[in-house]
């Protein structure tokens, strides 16, 4: 299995910071790296797939990048309704795992 | 519109089986994977495994491989994750979700399945 490991685990911010998050795999992923946002009570919601196309409907705030075997999710300014937890997620080969997710804090 | 809708809230008993259902609508159900994908209380996300209801392939992830088995009904456009006997442990949400057609997604989610075994 492919591991990803997230850092931070957790960050705590303010409304109208720049936040980078990193997703390291264990071994290459080739473009299928994909970052999503949950809020709580809710089901996961797709932000950023192919490591950089943001899904319809994203604010152009958030950004993603990288390749091989570091990755990360920006937010360049942040937005009170972005306090949330973030994964990513390998969709190069089963099983398609998940990072543990960061969660960012209002400071 | 793509929905995905999940059975209600189950409580079961240790030993008890069980089966959840997630049903498709608003695009082709046998042209899309839909994968599993568990959340134990305060916890991440675990992809547990992935059914193509056009030939009913499965790929399920070792940590769930022979746990849980995944099914789906192309009739009724309906995908399923049963138990044949539930652990305390087996307590979390789950979630089903469809995987963009180039699969470098998950871009539709169900509301997911509360399962609490006490």
């Known amino acids: 299995d492919i591991q990803l490991t997230q850092s931070p685990s957790f960050l705590s911010a303010s409304v109208g910071d720049r936040v980078t998050i990193t997703c390291r795999p264990s071994q290459g992923v080739s473009s299928y790296l994909a970052w999503y946002q949950q809020k709580p009570g809710k089901a996961p919601k797709l932000l950023i797939y192919?490591?950089?196309t943001l899904q319809t409907g994203v604010p152009s705030r958030f950004s993603g990048s990288g390749a091989g075997t570091k990755f990360t999710l920006t937010i360049s300014s942040l937005q009170p309704e972005d306090f949330a937890t973030y994964y990513c997620q390998q969709l190069n080969s089963y099983p398609h795992t998940f990072g543990q997710g960061t969660k960012l804090e209002i400071k | 519109e793509v929905q995905l809708v999940q059975s209600g809230a189950e409580v079961k008993k240790p030993g008890e089986s069980l089966k959840i259902s997630c049903k498709g609508s608003?695009?082709?159900?046998?042209?899309?994977?839909i994968a599993w994908v568990r959340q134990m209380p305060g916890k991440g996300l675990e992809w547990m495994g992935i059914?193509?209801?056009?030939?009913?392939?499965?790929r399920y992830s070792p940590s769930f491989q022979g746990q849980v088995t995944i099914s789906a009904d192309r009739s009724i456009s309906t995908a399923y994750l049963q138990w044949t006997s539930l652990k305390a442990s087996d307590t979390a949400m789950y979630y089903c979700?469809?995987?963009?057609?180039?699969?470098?997604?998950?871009?539709?989610w169900g509301q997911g399945t509360l399962v609490t075994v006490s």
């Open positions: 979700a469809r995987p963009s057609i180039n699969e470098e997604g998950f871009d539709f």
């Open positions: 192919a490591v950089s």
């Open positions: 059914i193509y209801p056009g030939d009913s392939d499965i």
């Open positions: 608003g695009y082709s159900f046998t042209s899309y994977w």
